[in-house]
């Protein structure tokens, strides 16, 4: 019988840097958290999935910026309860 995978939530920081693409000057920058919900053993692919479409909003956009997103923790939230 198939068993459905345990959903589990992950806390994520990241940070944003967005840049001018003409000279590489920093435009703006921000740390931010993001509850990530996920069944997968890496749940860094659903952040990533997440994180990527938000950039992709944004570079549609503003097509002459550049967009980097990093996460730079994440941890199991549930394990925490």
Known sequence: MYERPQVKNYLYNYSVVIRDRDNDNVIDEWEAELVVQSS???SYEDFWKIASNMRNEYLKKNRN???TIEATVSKDIDEEE
């Open 40 to 42: 997968k053993k890496n």
């Open 65 to 67: 910026h550049s967009y």
